[in-house]
C-alpha cells in the first residue's frame, strides 16, 4: 500500500437525536455497528464505525444526540458529543427537512462555528418528502446560517445521494496509512455489542420511561460447560425503580423472554456462536445521576 495514494481519515457525524446518524453509520460501514430505534438517545456512547476500500479507509464517529441535558448522564453524552469533533479530518452535521432552523442545531451549529475544519450539511430522510424540491427551503435557511463546505440532502434508508457525499468526504480526508485492519468494522467489544443489543431489543419493546432509565451490562461470558458447541452469556439489566423493574419482566415473565429471544438473535452473530442469554433485572435507584453508578456501567467520560 503506498500511503500517497491511499487516503485515510476520521469523520464525525453530530446532530440532534432522532436525525438517523447511527442508521448513515451502519450503512457506511456495511454492519451493524450502532444500534438504531426511534427513541431520543439511543446513541450513548461514541461508536467508531470503520469503512475499508482499497483506496480508502474512513472511520465514522457516530455520537449521542445533542439534546438539553437534565441528568449527569445526558450532560456527559453531550460533551462526548462535542468531542468527538475535535481531531478528526471532517464534520457531517446531521438535520432532517425543516420549514425552521431549530433551537437545538443553532446551539449545535454556534458550537461548530469554532472549527477550522469542513462541515458538510446532510439533510437525512429526504423521502418522507412530498415534493424533493420543498428541500430547497431547509438549504436556504442552513446555508444562511452557516458556511457548509458542501449541501447533501440524502435518504439513508433508501441508500439516495450517499455515493455523492462519500466521494466529498473522500476528496477532503488527508492521503496516509490504513489505520486499522481490514476486517475491523468497530473498535468496541463483542461485550458492549451484546450489551447494547440487548437495550435496544428493549428500547424498542418499551415505552414512556422505560428506555431512558435502562442500563445493560455483561457480566460473563464462557463456553458453556457441559456443550462447547454454545458459550454461556450473562447479563444485568438495570433500572431505578421496582415499578420499571415489573414492566422489564413482565406478567407471567413475558416482556424478558421477549428480550431474551429477540437479543439471541444478535448476539449469537457477535460471537458467531450458539448461545444460552440468562438475564438478570436490578433495581440501581437513580443512576442517571449518580457518578459511581455511572461508572461502574461503563458510562465514564472516557468510555462515552
Known amino acids: 500500500m503506498q500511503i500517497d495514494t491511499f487516503k485515510s481519515g476520521f469523520v464525525a457525524v453530530i446532530g ?6 447511527s442508521t448513515f453509520v ?9 444500534i438504531i430505534s426511534n427513541k431520543p438517545q439511543t446513541t450513548r456512547n461514541r461508536i467508531l464505525g470503520v469503512m475499508t476500500t482499497p483506496t480508502f479507509q474512513i472511520a465514522f464517529t457516530d455520537t449521542p444526540g445533542i439534546h438539553k441535558a437534565h441528568t449527569e448522564l445526558g450532560r456527559r453524552m453531550v460533551h462526548a458529543s462535542y468531542e468527538a469533533t475535535s481531531g478528526v479530518d471532517c464534520i457531517l452535521f446531521m438535520t432532517t427537512p425543516l420549514k425552521q432552523v431549530l433551537h437545538g442545531d443553532e446551539i449545535i451549529l454556534e458550537n461548530l462555528k469554532k472549527t477550522k475544519l469542513p462541515v458538510f450539511l446532510v439533510i437525512n430522510k ?12 431547509t438549504i436556504a435557511l442552513y446555508k444562511d446560517f452557516y458556511p457548509f463546505a458542501g449541501i447533501y440532502p440524502v435518504s ?6 450517499l455515493d455523492h457525499l462519500l466521494e466529498d468526504i473522500v476528496r477532503v480526508i488527508p492521503f496516509g496509512p490504513k489505520y486499522y485492519p481490514d476486517d475491523m468494522c468497530s473498535d468496541h467489544s463483542d461485550r458492549f ?3 447494547e443489543a440487548i437495550r435496544e431489543k428493549i428500547l424498542n419493546l ?17 463456553k458453556c460447560p457441559t456443550n462447547e458447541a454454545y ?5 444485568t439489566i438495570f433500572v431505578e425503580r421496582e ?26 452473530k457477535i460471537l458467531n456462536s450458539k448461545v444460552h442469554l440468562e438475564l438478570w433485572v436490578k433495581v440501581k435507584k437513580d443512576w442517571k445521576d449518580r457518578p459511581n453508578d455511572l461508572s461502574t456501567l461503563g458510562y465514564t467520560q472516557e468510555n462515552l
Open 156 to 161: 439513508v434508508l433508501e441508500n439516495k445521494n
Open 16 to 21: 440532534r437525536p432522532n436525525v438517523g446518524k
Open 206 to 222: 418499551t415505552k414512556e420511561e422505560i428506555p431512558h432509565s435502562i442500563a445493560c451490562i455483561i457480566d460473563d461470558v464462557k
Open 193 to 195: 455489542l451484546m450489551a
Open 126 to 137: 429526504v423521502d418522507q418528502l412530498k415534493h424533493f424540491n420543498d428541500i430547497d427551503l
Open 231 to 235: 458459550t454461556d452469556v450473562y447479563a
Open 26 to 34: 451502519n450503512q457506511m460501514v456495511g454492519k451493524k455497528v450502532a
Open 243 to 268: 415499578s420499571q423493574k415489573k414492566i422489564i419482566i413482565g406478567k407471567n415473565g413475558d416482556m424478558i423472554k421477549q428480550i431474551k429471544e429477540k437479543s439471541l438473535m444478535d448476539i449469537k
